[in-house]
């Protein structure tokens, strides 16, 4: 009897010592990831809150190296080559730290991402790049310390950190149109409709020479004539318009319109209509 006893003392101690309480954590982790073109942007930071406390001045004091965030460093990490305040940052994870003050932050790179905290020892070898924003007042405060990657173009966003009633925000660019031109170059050897199409759109939206993507867009579209495609047939419509055929651009639309409604697709059978409307 005295054993059983034992043994069932034994188990029940085990299991008392095996047990853990989970409760949820005072700043939660987070990741971030973005593509900005072509490059890949991710932030793996902890949230911390304001929970009634004051932050900036008082919490995160003003004019020293804060680890932006809470527990572990932030880490911010570029699959390409970026460029801040016209210095360039190579591809990689770097630690984000940053020094508030009250008008201004300075936003510091560094290339040690595994401190936990800041560094026992700061190393002014390990800054890969800093940069000085402005930080912006809000009409709202913020409970959860936020890292944001906004203004998304094709060649830049902004990496932006928001606490308490603080703003601030790094632009950075990417090298979305070197890479696009290598593909350009590279795929236009041997081309296919969908190459033609793309290049043609890129050119488009970039802004860049509409003639050459009026080439592009044709092209496209006569190689899947025997197929047309509707989505084609819209962009060439924009393409020459911009590029001053008019009448090519509303033969164009038209075109897309049957397709559309053939395919039932509402939302550019709406397009076509009201860019046939405004010509």
């Known amino acids: 009897m005295k054993k059983i006893v034992l043994s069932l003392f034994v188990a029940a101690l085990t299991l008392t010592t095996n047990a853990q309480i989970k409760t949820p954590a005072p700043s939660p982790t987070s990741k971030l990831e973005q593509a900005v073109g072509l490059s890949d942007v991710t932030v793996e930071y902890s949230r911390p809150g304001m929970r009634d406390r004051a932050i900036f001045g008082n919490l995160v004091p003003f004019d020293k190296v804060w680890r932006t965030g809470a527990n572990e460093n932030t880490k911010v990490t570029f699959s390409t080559d970026v460029t801040i305040d016209g210095k360039e940052l190579k591809k990689g994870t770097y630690a984000l730290y940053t020094k ?155 075109a897309s319109l049957a397709g559309a409604e053939k395919a039932g697709n509402a939302d550019y059978i709406k397009m076509n209509k009201e860019f046939l409307a405004k010509m």
Request: proline letters at 4%; glycine letters at 6%.
């Open 100 to 254: 508030p003050g009250k008008d201004a932050w300075e936003v510091i790179f560094y290339t040690d991402a595994t401190n936990w905290g800041t560094p026992q020892k700061w190393d002014a070898n390990k800054v890969a790049l800093s940069t000085t924003v402005k930080a912006d007042m809000m009409p709202m405060k913020i409970e959860t310390f936020t890292i944001t990657i906004d203004d998304l173009k094709n060649d830049s966003a902004v990496l932006g950190m928001l606490w308490e009633n603080v703003y601030v925000g790094v632009k950075f660019n990417t090298p979305t149109d070197k890479a696009v031109e290598a593909s350009i170059a590279a795929t236009m050897q041997g081309p296919k409709a969908g190459d033609f199409y793309s290049a043609a759109v890129y050119y488009l939206q970039s802004d860049k020479d509409i003639k050459k993507a009026a080439t592009w867009i044709n092209k496209a579209v006569d190689m899947t004539k025997d197929k047309p495609r509707f989505w084609y047939l819209r962009q060439q419509s924009l393409i020459l318009a911009k590029a001053g055929d008019k009448k090519g651009a509303v033969k164009a639309a038209k």
